[in-house]
């Protein structure tokens, strides 16, 4: 009995995997959190304006941030890329696929341009409230400026986490973060020569922030000897290799959909509440900028995953790949019931921090715990999708998150908020219920995928 008990660590947590996911995920999740304290930052300072602005800047991030997420997520598959090269012993051809990486950056920025643009002109529609729309499209417009140094930026990071070093994004968030504050301060209530530009200033922030955190990114890649090389043939000006850029494109857009799909669909479920009053949105905005926070997580642990399982893959490892997936799952599990207890018993406390409306306080911190209840299947489905990238298997993460969102989530979501076809209408907690129906659809279908791919790639039983 002694010895079964003292062989279970070694079952269930290899060692090595763990000192080398943890290595990749603490400053990955630090960086995120840090990256989405910028998120909250607004919020705060927006909820400090007024209810207005808090719901304007809730309206406009509906736009940007599901687009910018979303350009960005086509970019991350450069890392599992990097990795699985490195894991091959091809780390040579790493500076090549960032340079074409750089062109698909800028090709995104023109499309992500011209779509933001033309959304913000859809808040007319949604509100009767035309102050509120006006303002969440100037804060759409502000974040535009942006767009371009978001991107690169994206790929700048895809270089060194697929060498496996992730502190340097966790350097850049904390100096955006610090930076972001007394930005906010500045733009959304003015000061000096400067004009008080309410929520919309937070945009504005934001997008003198993603300059800022890219170029000194650049600079610790260009300052590094190990990375300066890469660097170079990165921004090197080279005829674009349409095929590798179609490449990158293929294994990334199903990312990039699949993060649009999530990101729009809570986005919509955000202007379907709209009607029903800036304390619901006011809400709804809270309580979601908490779930991102809270997801921060294992979106962390999921680009770890990828990273890992990519190098294993490259290098034709099977069982080190069975060590890393067996001990992801054991970390990833314990954190998140972790999590969802300190949501649950902390709610109000947590709410409190964001805003001082009673009504806004007790309506988010009741949303906090449908929040809690789906944390288990959120985590599943994005160390899938994690696992998934990993493999060089993407495409089924767009159906998936296509279907369990935008075919069930969102009709579902409109009828539980708005309508009596099912109960009687719930307001804000439909919308979460439809959340949590949608994210455990979405990760049963990647966790049967990532079975049958597993045994495709390895040629397990």
Known sequence: MNTMSAHTPAKWIDKHELKRLMSLMLPLYIGNILHMGMGVTDTVVAGWSSE????????????????????????????????????????????????????LALCLTAVEVVLMFTASYAFQFVTDNAELAARAQRYVWFMLLGVPANLIMRVIMANFEGYGQTRPAMFVSLCGVLLNIPLNFLFVFGWGPVPALGGAGCGMATSIINWCMCSC?????????????????????????????????????????????????????????????????????????VSGVIFMLPLSLSIAAAIRAAYHVGGGRPDAFSAM???????????????????????????????????????????????????????????MAGLLRGCHDTAIITWANLVSY??????????????????????????????????TLTAIILTWRFIYTRRRVFKVS
Request: aromatic content about 6%; proline content about 2%.
């Open 52 to 103: 207005l602005d808090l719901a304007s800047v809730a309206m406009g991030f509906s736009i940007s941030g599901t687009l910018l997420i979303a350009g960005g997520s086509v970019l991350t598959i450069l890392n599992a890329i990097i990795s699985r090269l490195r894991g091959a012993g091809a780390e040579q051809k790493s500076g090549y696929m960032l340079n074409n990486g750089k062109v």
């Open 406 to 439: 935008w075919v069930i989530g969102l009709p579902l979501a409109y009828a539980l908020v708005r309508t009596d076809l099912i109960v009687p209408a719930m307001g804000a907690a439909g919308a979460w219920v439809s959340f949590i129906v949608s994210l």
């Open 325 to 383: 997936l067996r001990t992801l799952l054991v970390v990833t599990y314990t954190l998140v019931i972790l999590m969802m207890i300190a949501t649950i018993l902390l709610r109000y406390e947590i709410v409190s921090l964001y805003t001082n409306s009673c009504e806004i306080v007790c309506l988010a911190s009741t949303l906090l715990v449908y929040c809690a209840v789906y944390q288990i299947a959120d985590a599943t489905q994005a160390i």
């Open 217 to 289: 990114l650049l600079a610790i890649m260009v300052g590094s000897r190990q990375h300066r090389a890469r660097a170079r043939q990165m921004f090197a000006l080279r005829r674009p290799d349409w095929g590798t850029v179609r490449h990158i494109l293929r294994l990334g857009l199903p990312v990039g959909v699949a993060s649009l799909c999530e990101m729009s669909f809570f986005s919509m479920v955000t202007l379907i509440m709209a009607p029903l009053g800036e304390v619901v949105v006011s809400a709804q905005q809270v309580a979601i900028n």
